[in-house]
């Protein structure tokens, strides 16, 4: 085991000094006191802030200061634990209750220690053992976990920053290297973490740590990132150090979260198999900002909905996970993409298959985290026997997909049967285990011929004590005796006062109550020391009999993960299919040139919601991208749904790079490299920085990183500071694009900007159409050709709810202000003139679009 938290058994609490507890008094600490301190420093030497929950009989108590703090986090009563010279307070919660209090102080951030009674209580003090060390990012047990990935990180920096992702849960540890914070930044929050380890280089720079700080609601742990360290628990769990590990930087991440993982684990790491180094490059790029505004994992209200909450149909815990996998890295390799279709393409055509596999996948328990907890020898009776529940369906999910090739008969080829392990946990264990091995009746009858020896002579002991009554009633004549049995006195004849003269001899009173006594006998002693003898056995023998049988098992463990994702990725493409088949979704074309069409595309969650809601029906649009037509300017007024038509697009190009179908008439597709989006205002008060310089932030890493393979979705750009600078900007902004060639849609209410399709090759003009008639805003949700007239934003205003004066104050002022605008446009055009390189036909044609905007004329 590496070095922390030790075995409990070796500590001597009487080294420890009593002030160390808060409490009243002069006294020596009690022993039991010495010990709880004793353990509950050595946990916070390696987990600072654990809380330990102390075994005492029925209750997990804790004292001094940890009481104080347990009561709050917990809202339980605090109480005292006071003796004659000592007293201070305490707090606990019954054993009933652990689970759930333990689950309390986990989603709060805090880290959990559970000491238990590992010995009968007698007359001195009980021994105890910390038995569980529980932090958020390290959790195994089902009670505890969600069906999500549940993600331990650590990061280090040498040339860049390293990152290393472990899910315990599962055994999946991955690694990955990044030349900017920012890129960290977005591989962290595709990832979700739960608990974040931060080299000391990086927590211990104030600004950095308050930077992470504020963009993360993560616990933060220390942990061990000396190279030296890194190296040994590399070798210690995967038995060398992968080649791909070729920094210093990520060999340290690596080997932290193995050290800090193994501590929580007590050592035991053998669900860890293999380190896979990804490159974020592989996939498609998705920064978090882009996750974000496409509200792909979270949606932006509480009572919103997210893409994979509309796309999640999964029957399976570990397909819920392989769908998040998907959507955190689409592909950029067109066969695999074209691969991924033709599969969901299979099952989308034949309903009753697919409805076969779903209806077999419900049946499926959690194949990746059994594989897991079999891996570590963790796996109770009931896991064990839903392993072979799970195990058995696999032959029949085989046979399901026998008439097909490609992806699916690769997941065939995957679901191996693994016959020899449900045959010998079908062998071993009874059909309905208990819940914990020892408890008795776990093992088959016929598996252990001496197993069996043992509990038929209990058996037959058992038969004379259900006989004894009859006989010893016709013995003594007394009718109404009867034989019984209580945790005091054991097994005992129990006979009533009107008959106490009958009692014989060879009976010995053991208790007398109200109207009757209670007596034993030697031979009955005898037998009940017999069946006692015989049942810690029988159970000794059972715990054996299935330690073995986890110690078989775990040597499939490879077998039994690859399997798992078989079943993972059958359950992901099932479905998608029933996705699309549902809701009339069709599958996207791969373009060779480049180009981009949706006809009648739909947003997915909008269109969902409004179904579900009984809302209306989603207006369908088009959109058309191509080497001639790269920039699309779209322009209308507030709540016509610009920004919903600039998240269709994207939302298209995401599912089509992850195989699925899309919510179209017909689409075609190129593979982006990524999707760079702004949308919508926000600040980072915590950051101090105002919604403009997040705006801001967020623009330049979108110019920095677009490249002519990328789709960059911007809204409203430049609006958070003066008229002129934000369309400056805006304009620079589009420029810049136009120059890269990426894909980009631009919705904007600087009507100016429409003017530069007349500059920029490739730029197109598009509106939402909306009308006022009769005072009244009616809004279509249409994208049509052109430039919007108006805004139309007083008239928003007013279906929002000002006061008529301040509406109609507003009508009296923008009349006023839009001619100044235009006086002030015509001057700063004409300013801008270069009169010397002005042909007459040039001025004639400035002069005539002056005149048509004096008309008020639609601009060309």
Not at 55 to 83: N, P
Not at 115 to 121: K, L, S, T, Y
Not at 412 to 438: F, K, N, T, W
């Amino acid at each position: 085991m590496p070095a922390g938290p030790k075995s409990r058994s070796n500590l001597t609490p009487a080294q420890v000094p009593a002030h160390t507890l808060k409490g009243t008094g002069s006294g020596t600490l009690p022993p039991m006191l010495q010990q709880y301190v004793a353990m509950r420093d050595e946990v916070q030497e390696e987990f600072p802030g654990a809380l330990l929950l102390f075994q005492v009989g029925d209750f997990y108590e804790t004292f001094g200061e940890d009481a104080e703090r347990a009561a709050r986090l917990l809202g339980i009563a605090l109480t005292h634990k006071s003796s004659k010279d000592f007293s201070t307070p305490m707090a606990g919660v019954p054993l009933r209750t652990l689970d759930s209090q333990i689950e309390k102080l986990l989603a709060q951030g805090v880290r959990v220690a559970v000491a238990d009674q590992v010995e009968e209580p007698g007359s001195g003090l009980v021994a105890r053992e910390v038995t569980q060390l529980l932090t958020p990012g390290t959790l195994t047990d089902a009670r505890w976990l969600s069906a999500d990935e549940n993600y331990l990180a650590a990061v280090s920096t040498g040339e860049g920053y390293a990152l290393s992702l472990l899910d315990v849960s599962t055994g999946e540890f991955r690694c990955a290297a990044f030349h900017t914070r920012t890129a960290l930044y977005d591989e962290l929050s595709r990832w979700r973490t739960r608990e974040v380890l931060l080299a000391p280089e990086l927590s211990g720079n104030g600004a950095l740590l308050a930077d992470f700080q504020a963009r993360f609601a993560v616990m933060l742990s220390p942990a061990n990132f000396e190279e030296d360290a890194a190296q040994q628990e590399l070798q210690a769990v995967l038995g060398e150090i992968p080649a791909t590990l070729d920094s210093s930087a990520l060999r340290r991440a690596c080997g932290a979260v193995l050290g800090y993982a193994r501590l929580t684990q007590q050592g035991r790491l053998e669900m860890v198999r293999r380190l896979t180094r990804f490159q974020p490059g592989a996939h498609m790029s998705l920064p978090d900002s882009t996750l974000r505004a496409l509200e792909v994992f979270a949606p932006h209200s509480p009572q919103g909905l997210s893409l994979m909450d509309v796309l999640c149909e999964t029957r399976t815990a570990g397909g819920r996970r392989r769908l998040r996998a998907w959507l955190r890295a689409p592909l950029l390799d067109a066969l695999s993409i074209t691969a991924r279709q033709d599969a969901l393409e299979a099952l989308y055509a034949q309903p009753d298959l697919r409805a076969g596999v779903r209806a077999l996948l419900y049946r499926a328990h959690d194949l990746e985290r059994l594989a897991a907890r079999v891996s570590t020898r963790r796996a109770t009776p009931r896991e064990v026997a839903a392993l072979a529940r799970t195990l058995e369906l696999l032959p029949e999910a085989a046979e399901l997909l026998t008439p097909f090739d490609g992806l699916l008969g690769g997941i065939r080829a995957r679901l191996s049967a693994l016959p020899d392990v449900v045959q010998a946990i079908r062998g071993a264990l009874v059909d309905e285990p208990p819940i914990r091995a020892g408890e008795g009746g776990l093992i088959r009858e016929g598996y252990s011929p001496e197993l069996d020896s043992l509990r038929a002579e209990a058996i037959s002991h058992r038969a004379w004590l259900a006989e004894l009554e009859g006989t010893e009633r016709e013995r003594t004549g007394i009718g109404s005796l009867k034989v019984g049995f209580n945790g005091v006195f054991g097994y005992y004849l129990e006979v009533t006062k009107a008959h106490a003269a009958r009692v014989p001899a060879d009976y010995h009173q053991v208790a007398t109550l109200k109207d009757r006594a209670r007596f034993t006998r030697p031979d009955l002693r005898e037998r009940e020391r017999e069946i006692a003898r015989l049942d810690a056995a029988a159970a000794r023998l059972e715990l054996s009999v299935f330690t073995e049988l986890r110690d078989t098992l775990a040597a499939h463990a490879d077998a039994l993960a690859e399997a798992a994702g078989a079943l993972a990725d059958l359950d992901v493409i099932a479905g998608l299919a029933e996705v699309a088949a549902e809701r009339g979704w069709v599958r996207p074309s791969l373009s060779d040139g480049g180009e981009l069409s949706l006809t009648q595309a739909r947003h997915p969650v909008v269109e969902y919601a409004l179904m579900g809601g009984g809302g209306g029906q989603f207006v369908p649009n088009d959109a058309a991208l191509g080497p001639q037509q790269r920039l699309l300017l779209l322009t209308g007024p507030n709540m016509a749904g610009k920004s919903t038509y600039l998240r269709t697009v994207a939302l298209a190009a995401l599912l089509h790079q992850i195989g699925a179908y899309l919510p179209a008439e017909s689409a075609t597709l190129p593979i982006y490299d990524a999707v760079h989006t702004r949308i919508g205002a926000s600040d980072d008060l915590a950051g101090g920085r105002s919604t403009f310089m997040v705006e801001m932030s967020e623009l330049a890493a979108i110019l920095h990183g677009a490249t002519p393979n990328s789709l960059v979705i911007l809204d409203e750009i430049g609006r958070g500071t003066s008229t002129l600078d934000g369309l400056a900007i805006a304009q620079a902004a589009l420029e810049h694009l136009h120059c890269c060639g990426a894909h980009t849609l631009f919705a904007t209410h600087y009507f100016e900007l429409t003017r530069l399709d007349a500059e920029l090759p490739g730029l197109v003009n598009l509106h939402v159409a909306a009308e006022e008639e009769a005072g009244q805003l009616t809004f279509f949700h249409q994208v049509i050709p052109g430039a919007a007239r108006q805004s139309y934003g007083v008239e928003v205003a007013r279906l929002a709810g000002l006061p008529a004066q301040v509406t109609a104050r507003s009508s009296e002022l923008l009349a006023a202000l839009s001619v100044q605008g235009d006086d002030r446009a015509i001057r700063q055009e004409l300013a801008a003139l270069d009169l010397s390189r002005l042909t007459p036909l040039d001025a004639l044609a400035v002069l005539h679009r002056w005149k048509r905007s004096e008309a008020d004329e639609p601009l060309e």
